[in-house]
Structure formats: structure tokens, C-alpha cells
């Protein structure tokens, strides 16, 4: 019974063919080919099973996934590569420990049991790549992909398969290139420059932050329009990197003016091109060079400046390093050499002096380049005396890697020294006038000082530039009032000039000396306190005529906006950069708007358009300098209804530009109404004329009918009676024809006299 029990099928046989002795041999016979038929059958379902684990093995080989097979009750029957791991036992709920090896979805919270991929397959559910975390230590989180699906078996769920992949690699690549594209996108948006992406066609796609805030521009107001669009151009660029990166293919780099911006720009246009090697977008940046430009600029003028510094006095100039060889030189040094100035530079200076003169250059720069102080010395050479001055040229860290040297020929002011001694007293005094000059200049252009704070001021400062200030004292007499300095007297030492104003002695300017001083060129006085005073004078007299000038304007002024306010027309002045800057009142009485809606408008946006065509004609005679009579222009009221205006229009012009314009308009509605008005009555009278001249005709031929008729009566009361109506009538129809003549005559003198 144990072969029974626990045996093979072979085993089973034979227990069952040692009992066949209770059988006849037919039925033995047909036992044992029952049992051979049943073995056959076990050994075929064993290949079979075999066969389908190895099929599963070689699935779950091929597919490179990792998996698990369970049962209907959740077990496992196979596993397949790595089946075993810890991404195996959290997917099937198996953690080492709590909050590791657990699974949890991608925002953090753990997957309940019942919702483990294997669960939700066993339950009918098909999963394709769901994400899910195994949270295994602190920083050591795996992701994967899962999927899952049920094994039917006879229409029921008989297991199911578990595949799996570690995506980990793959989220934190997604993850870095967020975070580059984020970084990107920041480094993109704050750039300084400006960067744009546009089509090959210069349609724009985006800019970056900068350059919506220099086109003063929204993203939504930018996106889809062309680049030369954007500052109000109707086509690209003469010279546009763009359109030569598209052409060429390649990173292009062009410097222009953009008048529109008022900027100097770098344009870098980068291509990016297909597979085919043709250009799909176009990325362009933009550099504010305008910096750079105006101090290149600078840099020019300044080193032109330099060298026309540098060449321009009659100085001997030199650069030289501190080994003493020549870096540069002017033209007067050159002279002095008898070389050019291309043979000087790169020499060595001690190759152009004797050997004893080299020998104190050489100590001359040393002390120079060792102590950086300048060196000063008086010196003979070739029978002339110099002074020559070294000066240490530092570099930014203090360090002295040059020295100009300057060499002034000074014989001549040797040889008079004495005079200009001598004269040091005239340049002081000089320097005093210059300095009263200014001052009188400041006080005379300083804005709201009236004239008397003016001449007090001046009166005051004279002194100061004469010779002997404490001895001096001063006067200025203008139109009968005086202004004069503390103890002024009219002494025998005096100098006096008139104010003249517009061609009229007003005033005269006095300086006396209180004590007698030596003889000079004019007495005590100097030729150029004659001129002093002079200057002075001529001063004071443009002052009061820019005074009078300015009160004049002044009035007139107030006297236009006198008339302005007062005029029956309409008045008004428009420049080009600002609209209207005055209206008069008139304005509301014509057009119904106060002059304060209208100011900064512009008078075009109120005009009909209709009157466009004349406007646009005078415009073009205005901006052309020529004045405009009579020009009638039809504008838009503020109720909705219109008026004729006959505008008188004058340039404004500045500095040989028209910058606006004066009107004068005046409301002729009233006036065009009456010539419709009278053209329509006209046209009446002609209608009349012309029926006048019908009606007789048609009158006049019955009559006749009539009188014919009449003659063949044989009743001559009768024919009288007729003969007599008819010739009413006709009376009747003469003095028709008189009023068709006299409407004529009418009609032919208001034509004659331009009223028709």
C-alpha cells in the first residue's frame, strides 16, 4: 500500500498486475493497457509542464525585465532575472523593514497592500508602466516602471505576471535635465543681453526678458510679428545679420546704428538647422554697444587729441621706458634730432647724446624710475638752454613703467627774464579783469536778478580789478539813477565810459583813484583798465537791451493772448513734438470743446474725411516754410455735428526749421450753408426759365387751334367773344415771355457779379 500511496505510475502497475490474479486474463489484458495508456498520458503532461516553466523562464529572459508569476492565491511560482531583490519585495509587499524596501507612489505616500501590482492583476486590472518608488534607505530611493497584467485560465484568473524596470537612471536624468532646462530657462530670461529666437523669415518667437523691456512690449504684442516691425520699419534691415546667417548657413556678426532705438547694436544671428542642413530657426542676440561705441569714439578723439596735444606745442616731448629706450616723440623733438619720428622710436636715448651726457641721463631716469619723482633741471645743449623735466608714468599697481621727458627751450626767456618780471604785475592785473569780467557775466545771466541787484553787484566788484583797489572807487549812473561804492568823490584821476543802449547814451561808468598814483599810459590808468571799463560799459548796455527785450516780449506776448482770448475766430499755435500748446476760447463757441481738451491733441484727429486731402496739401505747403490763406477744412464738433473753417495758417520756424504752426481759423458754416442754399435757388430759377419758355409754346398753339376754329363759326358774336379771350390770353403769355427775359437778364447779372 505504500507503492500505492506514494509511488510512480510504474510502481502503481505493478501492484495492480500482482493482484491480477483475481482477474481473468482478458481483463488484466485491458488493465494493463489502461495503465500503459495512463502512463503515456503523465509523461506527455510532464513534458508539457516542462516545456511552459521553460517557455516562462525564457519570456521573462527575453523581455529583460525583471518579473514574478503568481499563483490565483498570490503565490509565487516563478521569478525572473533578479526576481529575488529588493524591488521584488516591495512589489510584493515583502519589506525587509519598516520604511525600507516599501513601496510608494512618486508623491511620496506608501501603496496600501491590497493595491500592489500583483493584487490589482489577480483582480482583473492591466497596468503598462506605472511608476512606482521603492523607498529602500534615506537618499537611496529606486524608481521603477511596472507592469502587470492577469493570467486567465478557462476565463478565470488563474495568476498573474509582474514585470518590472529600474528607472532610477532615467528619473534622475529627467530630473537633471529639469533642472537644466529650469536653469537654462533662468539663465535665458536674466541675461543682460538681449536674445530672441526667430523664424528664417524674421518672425519672432520669443525674447527673453530684456528684450521685452527694451522694445517696451508684452510677449503676446511680439510673438508673430517681424523683427523690423517692431521698430516701425516695413522691411528687414539694409544690412541685417539674419538674412545673411540664412543665407549662409553660418554664425554671422554684424555692428550697426538703429536710429529707431537711438542705440548702437551687436547682432549676433546663430543659425540652427535641420536634418537636411537647411536653416529652421534663427537665434539672435542683441549687445548694447552703445557704451562701447561712443568711448571708441571717445578713444579716437581722445588719442587724436592727444597726438595734436602732443605735436602742437613746440615742447621737445619724448616717452621713454624705464631703460631709457624712445616709445614716442613729437614732431618738434624729432626736428631737434634731425631724424623722423619712425627712426627715433624702439633707439635707445643714450645713442643720441655724447657719452658724458648719457652718463647724467642715465642717472637722471634712474632717479626717476627708483624714487618715482620727477626730475627738474636747466640745461645747455647746442648752445640753447632747456628746461627739462622727467615725469614718472605709473601703471595701475603704482609701479613706474615710463617717463616722459619734456624739454622747453627757455633762451629766449632767459634772455629776458628781467622783462617778464616786469610784466608779472600787468598779467596779475589782467587776471583781476578777467575774473571781473566773469563775475559781472554770472551776476548778468543769473536768472531773476533785476537790473538795480545788477549794477549795486557790479558797482561793487569794479574796484578789485584795477591796480590800486583800496585807492579805487566806482560809479554807475543809468537813466538817472546812481550806484556807486562806499565814499565814492569825482576826483581829477578818473576814467568814464558810456552805456549805450539800442544807439543811446543812457548811463556812463566811472572809476576814480583818491590818491595820487605814478603815470602810466593813460595817466595813472593802464591801456587795459581803458579797456576794462569799456567792456564793462558795453556790458551793462547788452544787458538792459536783453532787459527791454525781454519785457517787451513780454508784453506782446500778453497783448496775443489779449487778443487770443478776445477774438471772435478761433486761435490756436501746434508744435510737431507736443500738439496743440494754445487755443482760445473761441474754440468752444465753433468745435463745443474747452481749450483745455484739446491741449496736446492734434487739430488732424477732428477733422472730417473728407477735408483729409485739403489738410494733407497744407500741411505739406507748412512744412515746406509757405504760409496757407483761405484753406477751408470741414472739422468734427463735439456733438457729432461739423464745421467749415477758413483757416490762415503761418510756419513756426527755428533755427531754419519748422517746428509747428500759428492758425487762425475762422467759422464760415454759416456762409457755406447760405451757398447751398443760394445755389439750390439758382438752380430753381433755371428749372423756371426753362418752363417759362415751355409753357408759352404749349399755350400759344391751342390758342391758334382755337382762333382757327373760331373763323369757320358762323355765329360772329361768338367768334368775337373768342377773338377777345384768346386775346387775353395772349396778353397773358407776353408777360410771361417778359418774366422768362426779365429772369434772364437776372440770372446773366448774378453770374456777371459771381453770385449764381
Known amino acids: 500500500m505504500d507503492k500505492l500511496h506514494n509511488g510512480s505510475l510504474a510502481d502503481l502497475l505493478e501492484v495492480l498486475l500482482d493482484a491480477a490474479p483475481a482477474f481473468d486474463r482478458r481483463s488484466r489484458e485491458r488493465l494493463k493497457t489502461g495503465i500503459e495508456a495512463l502512463l503515456a498520458a503523465n509523461r506527455d503532461l510532464a513534458g508539457r509542464a516542462a516545456r511552459v516553466e521553460k517557455e516562462r523562464d525564457a519570456l521573462l529572459a527575453a523581455i529583460g525585465r525583471q518579473g514574478v508569476v503568481y499563483d490565483a492565491a498570490g503565490g509565487v511560482v516563478a521569478t525572473g532575472p533578479g526576481g529575488e531583490d529588493r524591488i521584488a519585495r ?98 535665458f530670461e536674466n541675461l543682460g543681453d538681449i536674445v530672441g529666437i526667430q523664424l528664417p523669415d524674421h518672425t519672432i518667437l520669443r525674447y527673453n526678458r530684456a528684450g521685452y523691456e527694451m522694445l517696451g512690449m508684452t510677449p503676446e504684442e511680439v510673438h508673430g510679428r517681424k523683427c523690423y516691425e517692431l521698430i516701425g520699419r516695413t522691411g528687414p534691415c539694409a544690412v541685417c545679420a539674419t538674412s545673411i546667417a540664412v543665407a549662409s548657413g553660418k554664425r554671422e556678426v554684424i555692428e550697426k546704428w538703429v536710429p529707431e532705438l537711438g542705440r548702437y547694436l551687436e547682432c549676433r544671428s546663430s543659425p540652427i538647422l535641420g536634418p537636411e542642413g537647411e536653416v529652421e530657426l534663427i537665434v539672435e542676440q542683441l549687445y548694447d554697444i552703445t557704451d562701447r561705441k561712443r568711448a571708441e569714439e571717445n578713444l579716437r578723439e581722445s588719442e587724436a587729441t592727444a597726438r595734436a596735444l602732443l605735436d602742437a606745442p613746440a615742447d621737445m616731448i619724448a616717452l621713454l621706458d624705464t631703460t631709457g629706450r624712445i616709445i614716442d616723440v613729437n614732431e618738434a623733438m624729432a626736428r631737434q634730432f634731425s631724424r623722423s619720428r619712425e627712426d627715433l622710436v624702439g633707439v635707445s636715448v643714450f645713442g643720441v647724446f655724447s657719452a658724458g651726457a648719457a652718463e647724467v641721463y642715465a642717472a637722471r631716469l634712474h632717479e626717476v624710475a627708483g624714487l618715482g619723482r620727477p626730475v627738474r633741471v636747466e640745461e ?25 621727458v619734456i624739454d622747453r627751450d627757455i ?60 585807492d579805487t572807487v566806482a560809479r554807475i549812473t543809468v537813466e538817472g539813477r546812481t550806484f556807486e561804492t562806499e565814499g565814492f568823490r569825482e576826483t581829477s584821476l578818473r576814467q568814464a565810459s558810456p552805456v549805450v543802449v539800442n544807439g543811446e547814451t543812457v548811463g556812463t561808468v566811472e572809476v576814480c583813484y583818491l590818491r595820487e598814483r605814478p603815470e602810466r599810459d593813460e595817466g595813472p590808468f593802464l591801456r587795459e583798465e581803458r579797456s576794462l571799463i569799456d567792456t564793462v560799459a558795453r556790458r551793462l548796455g547788452r544787458t538792459i537791451e536783453r532787459f527791454q527785450a525781454q519785457e517787451s516780449l513780454r508784453m506782446s506776448e500778453t497783448k496775443f493772448r489779449e487778443i487770443a482770448q478776445q477774438s471772435f475766430d478761433m486761435i490756436y499755435t501746434c508744435y510737431n513734438d507736443g500738439g496743440i500748446t494754445y487755443i482760445s476760447p473761441a474754440v468752444m463757441r465753433i468745435l463745443g470743446y474747452t481749450p483745455a481738451e484739446l491741449i496736446g491733441g492734434r487739430c488732424r484727429d477732428f477733422v472730417v474725411p473728407s477735408s483729409l ?38 510756419p513756426i520756424i527755428q533755427e531754419r526749421t519748422v517746428v509747428g504752426v500759428h492758425v487762425v481759423g475762422r467759422d464760415i458754416t454759416e456762409r457755406k450753408q447760405n451757398e447751398l442754399l443760394r445755389q439750390q435757388a439758382f438752380g430753381q430759377i433755371e428749372r423756371n426759365i426753362e418752363q417759362f419758355a415751355v409753357l408759352g409754346d404749349h399755350i400759344r398753339q391751342p390758342l391758334q387751334v382755337i382762333l382757327g376754329m373760331a373763323d369757320l363759326l358762323e355765329d360772329g358774336t361768338a367768334v368775337a367773344t373768342i377773338q377777345r379771350q384768346v386775346e387775353r390770353i395772349n396778353g397773358y403769355i407776353r408777360e410771361l415771355d417778359q418774366g422768362w427775359v426779365e429772369s434772364r437778364e437776372v440770372r446773366e447779372f448774378l453770374r456777371k457779379h459771381e453770385l449764381a
Open 90 to 187: 516591495a512589489l510584493s509587499g515583502l519589506g525587509s523593514a519598516p520604511g525600507e524596501g516599501s513601496l510608494r507612489y512618486p508623491g511620496g505616500g506608501p501603496v496600501p497592500p491590497a493595491d500592489l501590482p500583483g493584487q490589482r492583476a489577480l483582480r482583473g486590472e492591466v497596468l503598462e508602466s506605472c511608476r512606482f518608488v521603492v523607498h529602500d534607505r534615506p537618499g537611496e530611493d529606486l524608481h521603477v516602471a511596472v507592469s502587470a497584467s492577469p493570467i486567465f485560465t478557462d476565463g478565470a484568473v488563474s495568476g498573474a505576471i509582474v514585470v518590472w524596470q529600474d528607472v532610477t537612471r532615467e528619473e534622475r536624468t529627467r530630473r537633471r535635465m529639469e533642472e537644466a532646462n529650469t536653469l537654462l530657462e533662468g539663465l
Open 613 to 650: 486731402p485739403a489738410w494733407k496739401v497744407g500741411r505739406r505747403k507748412i512744412a515746406a516754410g509757405e504760409p496757407v490763406e483761405g484753406l477751408e477744412i470741414e472739422f468734427r464738433r463735439k456733438d457729432g455735428s461739423t464745421a467749415f473753417l477758413e483757416l490762415n495758417e503761418s
Open 380 to 404: 645747455t645743449w647746442k648752445g640753447r638752454w632747456y628746461d627739462t623735466v622727467l615725469y614718472p608714468v605709473r601703471d595701475a599697481h603704482g609701479a613706474v613703467t615710463r617717463i616722459a
Open 411 to 470: 633762451t629766449d626767456m632767459k634772455w629776458v627774464e628781467d622783462a617778464l618780471r616786469e610784466r608779472t604785475h600787468d598779467l596779475n592785473e589782467r587776471v583781476k579783469e578777467l575774473s571781473i569780467l566773469y563775475a559781472i557775466s554770472r551776476i548778468a545771466e543769473q536768472p531773476g536778478n533785476p537790473l538795480e541787484r545788477i549794477f549795486c553787484e557790479v558797482v561793487r566788484m569794479l574796484p578789485s580789478g584795477w591796480q590800486y583797489p583800496g
